[in-house]
């Protein structure tokens, strides 16, 4: 007679995954009070497309001359992009984990390092932000981001790494 096996935990189910999804754009729109601050809407949470956006408002001018947008809020968003794209690429790790586990999981998260490149004036109407995991090992999350303005000019990339557990 033999010893049945235990199966493998479930993949999580396409709701599942939805409730996740929502849980990180919930995160970031909302309980990061300064994402709140800058407007960050998030327009992407899918492996590979981590996008974000914010309109361009009298509050986040940095140079009052020229209306460009102040560089503290460049960084910021790149910041926040990165962390986001790690947080993306841990759940797409952890495929078992459901929306509670995989939130938990964040909870030790923190930016440990952070370059940003300003390339161009912060000109436009709004801005977007994308964000690329380029490791994820099982202390340490690295990611590359840009910033781009609404007629698509590169305004700023950045590299950070993260501690992720």
Do not use: C, W
């Not at 998260?109 to 964000?131: C, K, P, S």
């Amino acid at each position: 007679m033999s010893t049945p096996t235990p199966s493998a935990p479930a993949l999580r189910s396409p709701d599942e995954q939805a409730r996740l999804d929502a849980a990180l754009v919930e995160l970031f729109e909302h309980k990061i009070a300064f994402n709140a601050v800058l407007g960050l809407k998030v327009e992407s949470v899918q492996p590979g497309d981590v996008r974000a956006r914010f309109d361009m408002r009298p509050e986040l001018v940095g140079h009052y001359s020229y209306g460009r947008l102040h560089g503290g809020v460049i960084s910021a968003m790149l910041d926040a992009m990165g962390g986001l794209a790690l947080m993306v690429g841990i759940a797409e790790r952890h495929p078992h984990d459901n929306m509670l586990q995989v939130m938990q999981r964040f909870s030790k998260m923190g930016t440990i390092d952070l370059r940003v490149d300003f390339l161009r004036q912060g000109l436009g109407r709004h801005f977007v932000a994308t964000a690329e995991v380029t490791r994820l090992g099982g202390r340490i999350g690295s990611t590359q981001m840009r910033l781009v303005n609404d007629e698509g000019t590169l305004i700023a990339t950045g590299a950070a790494a993260y501690v992720v557990a």
